[in-house]
């Protein structure tokens, strides 16, 4: 496992998880990083060449006058992906936001993915969801402009980057006893990080957040894009959920009966860090099966031109 950083215009830090093969892109949500990947990623090297990319804003990876919307980073994302694999296209691993950025790379650069895992990822709401009052009020505050900068600022004063880092993990599982400690204490330490040396962190949540908030809006849009896709795709879904009600990927999944979907029931927001066994398992298991195409063995489902 090594730290390593790419020139794209300004630094992008990246994981390399080792591995051979064809290679595996993760791509954490939003407030994320790298590390959430850490539980997983190194077995995941068994099958693929394994590297976790920090978006613009997030991780280990500055602004440097770049835009952290999920529009500029799926346009990092691309880039990121003709650097680390220039002559084969990658599969495509996304947790979140990181999942709808994935999407996106996937119907506008089909020719760059071989196939898609999509881990509880962000998506337009489904007709019979319901989200905590909680998660829809921090997102609309987020969508106004001044104040969600003003929300963000002011609770990262009050709280202090270890709470934060606690109280975003609580929010991915329910029971923070589900995380080991050690990817607990890595995250906590991370964020004091963020918090002594990265000025810009907050403004950059806030960037991403709403420009989310406005793709995810647009269902039929977004619904148009899921329908382009030509790749082997998993989808799975944890079905507690507080970001991602599970009625999102349900009907997604009824959108695509092609695709193969898994459900885990008592699971929160972040499968790879709560059940990392078991998420290894189910990847797997996809990668013998309907999954095979994604690591370039001749079996691929043919792109759109």
Not at 165 to 182: I, S, T, W, Y
Not at 207 to 228: I, T
């Amino acid at each position: 496992m090594l730290t390593r950083t790419l020139d794209l215009d300004g630094p992008v830090h990246y994981m390399d998880f080792g591995g051979t093969g064809p290679t595996l892109v993760l791509v954490h949500g939003l407030g994320g990083s790298h590390l959430n990947w850490m539980k997983v990623g190194e077995k995941l090297a068994r099958r693929a060449r394994v590297v976790a990319v920090d978006l613009v804003g997030f991780g280990l990876t500055p602004p440097e006058g770049r835009s952290a919307s999920v529009h500029a980073n799926q346009a990092l994302l691309d880039r990121f992906i003709q650097a680390v694999s220039p002559n084969e296209p990658v599969m495509l691993m996304g947790n979140s936001m990181g999942g709808a950025i994935s999407v996106l790379q996937a119907a506008r650069r089909p020719e760059r993915v071989s196939g898609l895992v999509l881990v509880n990822p962000a998506q337009p709401r489904a007709e019979d969801t319901k989200m905590e009052r909680a998660v829809l009020l921090q997102f609309a505050l987020y969508a106004i402009p001044g104040v969600g900068e003003f929300f963000v600022k002011r609770r990262a004063a009050r709280f202090g980057p270890e709470k934060l880092a606690r109280g975003m993990l609580k929010l991915c599982c329910q029971d923070l006893n589900r995380f080991p400690e050690g990817v607990v204490r890595a995250h906590v330490d991370f964020a004091r990080e963020r918090h002594e040396r990265m000025p810009w962190s907050n403004d950059t949540f806030v960037e991403a957040a709403r420009s989310l908030v406005k793709l995810l809006l647009r269902k039929k849009q977004f619904r148009e894009m899921e329908k382009s896709i030509r790749v082997p795709t998993l989808l799975v879904q944890g079905s507690e959920d507080r970001l991602v009600p599970v009625a999102n990927s349900r009907e997604l999944a009824r959108v695509r009966p092609d695709w193969t979907y898994v459900e885990y029931p008592g699971v929160g927001h972040t499968p790879m860090m709560e059940i990392p066994d078991e998420f290894i398992s189910t990847v797997e298991t996809w990668m013998d099966g309907p999954g095979r195409g994604a690591l370039g063995n001749g079996e691929r489902v043919a792109r759109a031109s």
